[in-house]
């Protein structure tokens, strides 16, 4: 499984330890057995998120040297304004802080309270801003996502029948937009095809409706589509980015995952001029000022750096062959995960795996604790626990999927640390039936996963 070595050599190295076992067990009990509140001091290898934790370039390091921090008109502005030009092929956009940021301010410019937003699979702080502006987050994936066993190439697909009758049932006037997620994380960092992407479109097209990227993967989405749909194998990643955005009227996108950038976000907008102005002037009380968008000068050169490195193919081959290799060794050890492995994370079935844990009991973030105590290693857990209560029964909702995410940063660990964390696993395999559930004993209102503490049941 390995492939052309990475397109690049370390130049500065970050120190990181393995603290002793008991030290781990002290430090995770004292977090409540929640991963979210260890110290990262005592994590050894952290794949709790591929956001915001990825290496920078040289050239991204050296742009921070010519951030210009005047509050309007940057310099850096225009060089992201640039690089969103060339890669996206659209005309505006407005940088903010993180991929929540874009939602905040775009969002209530399209959601009407009571409004549905469609889409593949809505990412749960998405799910959060759709709902705390009124709307309604829909999911319609492609019921072959939630079989983690079944193979194929474009999990992350959104069902065009389900799309269509939705709307011709609830009415085009119900619903604000669509929102194509790409790749689809909730789903296990499943790709969505080009024709996907583009029969959402028209649908949107047909009914008048907006259609918007959540563009946070969307470099891995595109490397997907070269080598997985046919007709694509000789188009160029550049090419095919700009084939993906063509299909859209905007997007909001975290640049923290595929910007390559440890803090951005932005909203682009394709042409809409008068979408534009409105976005201009929300940003101001809520990000700041339409030049920087609660972005610091130095942080959107790297930003408009980053995104020209990641369309770059030996680059995407080096990161997501890595984690197929991580996808592999678990499978080889008999640990059930999430087929085909997405792009940035491998994510482990954690029903399939210990099926005598309800999912009342949280089985995957339970898996999250022992592998924490096992072996330093952080995942997080995306399933019952992110999944949260139904916001109008106040029950819990047990997704389909009980997942562990391994979520690999981009340009960070070697394959000696993949191995480290699939032995890991397995030596967890080897006494998984003695590993019991989890009970709540304090439970946030809004995102409860983030700061949730359990005990052993
Ligand atoms: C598809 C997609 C995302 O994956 C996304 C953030 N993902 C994250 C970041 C995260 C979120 C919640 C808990 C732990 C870590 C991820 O670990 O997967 C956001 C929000 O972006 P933001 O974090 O910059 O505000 C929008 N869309």
């Known amino acids: 499984l390995r492939c052309m070595p990475e397109p690049y050599k370390i130049k500065v190295v970050e120190p990181i330890r393995l603290i002793p076992r008991k030290e781990r067990e002290r430090a995770i009990k004292e977090a409540g057995l929640n991963q979210f509140l260890l110290k990262a001091e005592d994590v050894f290898i952290d794949l709790l998120t591929d956001s915001g934790t990825g290496a920078m370039s040289q050239d991204q390091w050296a742009g921070l040297m010519i951030g210009d921090e005047s509050y309007a008109g940057s310099r850096n502005f225009y060089n992201l304004q640039k690089s969103i030009e060339d890669i996206f092929g659209y005309k505006y956009f407005v940088p903010t802080h993180q991929g929540r940021g874009a939602e905040n301010v775009l969002f209530p410019l399209l959601i009407k309270p009571g409004q549905y937003v469609l889409g593949n699979y809505h990412f749960d702080t998405t799910k959060a801003h759709i709902e705390l502006k009124g709307g309604r987050a829909v999911n319609l994936i492609h019921e072959r996502a939630y079989d983690t066993a079944v193979e194929h190439p474009f999990k992350g697909n959104i069902d065009l029948e389900k799309l269509e009758a939705f709307i011709v049932e609830h009415g085009a006037e119900n619903i604000a937009f669509i929102l194509m997620t790409v790749t689809c994380n909730s789903a296990g960092g499943q790709p969505v095809s080009m024709e996907n992407i583009r029969g959402a479109y028209q649908i949107g097209k047909k009914y008048n409706l907006p259609v918007l990227l959540d563009a946070a993967r969307f470099a891995e989405n595109a490397y997907f589509i070269k080598k997985r749909e046919k007709g694509y194998e000789n188009k160029s990643i550049p090419e095919i980015v700009l084939e993906m955005f063509s299909y ?3 997007c909001t996108m975290s640049a923290k995952k595929d910007g390559l950038v440890n803090m951005g976000g932005l909203i682009g907008i394709k042409e809409d001029y008068e979408l534009y102005q409105k976005v201009r002037q929300m940003v101001v009380p809520i990000e ?11 942080d959107m050169e790297a930003l408009a750096r980053g995104l020209r490195e990641v369309v770059d193919e030996a680059y995407l081959a080096s990161r997501i062959h890595q984690v197929q290799y991580l996808g ?4 080889e050890a008999g640990i059930p995960i999430q087929e ?4 940035h994370a491998v994510f482990v079935d954690a029903k399939r795996f210990l099926p005598h844990i309800p999912q009342s009991q949280y089985p995957a973030q339970a898996l999250c604790v022992e592998l924490y105590i096992e072996s330093g290693v952080r995942g997080v857990e995306v399933g019952t626990l992110l999944a949260g209560r139904d916001p109008e029964t106040g029950e819990e909702i047990y997704p389909e999927l009980d997942l562990l995410r391994l979520t690999i940063p981009r340009r960070v660990y070697t394959y000696n640390h993949m191995d480290w964390v699939a032995e890991g696993l397995a030596r967890i395999a080897a006494r998984k039936d003695e590993i019991r559930g989890l009970k ?3 439970e946030p ?13």
Do not use: C, N
């Open 328 to 331: 592999e060794k678990l499978k």
């Open 248 to 250: 859209s009227d905007g």
């Open 288 to 298: 700041g000022f339409p030049t920087y968008g609660g972005l610091s000068g130095r």
């Open 440 to 442: 709540m004993v304090y």
């Open 340 to 343: 085909p492995v997405g792009g």
């Open 445 to 457: 209102k809004i995102l409860r996963h983030f700061t949730a503490q359990f005990e052993w049941v």
